[in-house]
T-cell receptor
Framework: EIVMTQSPATLSVSPGERATLSCRAS??????LAWYQQKPGQAPRLLIY???TRATGIPARFSGSGSGTEFTLTISSLQSEDFAVYYC??????????FGGGTKVEIK | EVQLVESGGGLVQPGRSLRLSCAAS????????MHWVRQAPGKGLEWVSG????????GYADSVKGRFTISRDNAKNSLYLQMNSLRAEDTALYYC?????WGGGAAFDYWGQGTLVTVSS
């Protein structure tokens, strides 16, 4: 099983600032990496797939980068609605898929 | 509009069984693989199981392998999860999720709202 490790567990950021979230895979997942946002009481929402392609309707302030084992989600200027938990997920190793443990982005 | 509606959750005793269902609409169901993802209270997301468009390729998390069985009925636009030998650690909100491919592994582009399974005596 591929283990996905996200860091930091919690990120305190002021509105308008940049947030950088990391995700590391225990072995290469190529570019088969997705990012999700989850707010309290809601289902997750797909933000990024293919490591760097924004999903439909996702604002340009969200960007993804990386390949192999190291990935980054960047939120260029945090808006109030961006405070949430973010998860990465690999889908390179079907029929085994795995999520990272999540990063909570909170207001500083 | 894509809709995924889960049902079948509830309170069940350890060792017993439960069957979850997911009714899909708004897309051509048999063109896409489908999955179950769960979230224990206050915890992160855990992939549980997935099934390809024609049921030819199936995967399970190690934590449920041998106890859970995923299936689908394309004529009914429905996905199922048969859960046997339930344990307290299976307590979670279970989401049905669609991927944008027929094969199996991909990003989850649509999610249901989940059905809660509580395993307790």
């Amino acid at each position: 099983e591929i283990v996905m490790t996200q860091s930091p567990a919690t990120l305190s950021v002021s509105p308008g600032e940049r947030a950088t979230l990391s995700c590391r895979a225990s072995q290469s997942v190529s570019s088969n990496l997705a990012w999700y946002q989850q707010k309290p009481g809601q289902a997750p929402r797909l933000l990024i797939y293919g490591a760097s392609t924004r999903a439909t309707g996702i604002p340009a302030r969200f960007s993804g980068s990386g390949s192999g084992t190291e990935f980054t989600l960047t939120i260029s200027s945090l808006q109030s609605e961006d405070f949430a938990v973010y998860y990465c997920q690999q889908y390179n190793n079907w029929p085994s898929l795995t999520f990272g443990g999540g990063t909570k982005v909170e207001i500083k | 509009e894509v809709q995924l509606v889960e049902s079948g959750g509830g309170l069940v005793q350890p060792g017993r069984s439960l069957r979850l269902s997911c009714a899909a609409s708004g897309f051509t169901f048999d063109d896409y693989a489908m999955h179950w993802v769960r979230q224990a209270p206050g915890k992160g997301l855990e992939w549980v199981s997935g099934i390809s468009w024609n049921s030819g390729s199936i995967g399970y998390a190690d934590s449920v392998k041998g106890r859970f069985t995923i299936s689908r009925d394309n004529a009914k636009n429905s996905l199922y999860l048969q859960m046997n030998s339930l344990r307290a650690e299976d307590t979670a909100l279970y989401y049905c999720a669609k991927v944008d491919t027929w094969g199996g592994g991909a990003a989850f582009d649509y999610w249901g709202q989940g059905t809660l399974v509580t395993v307790s005596s």
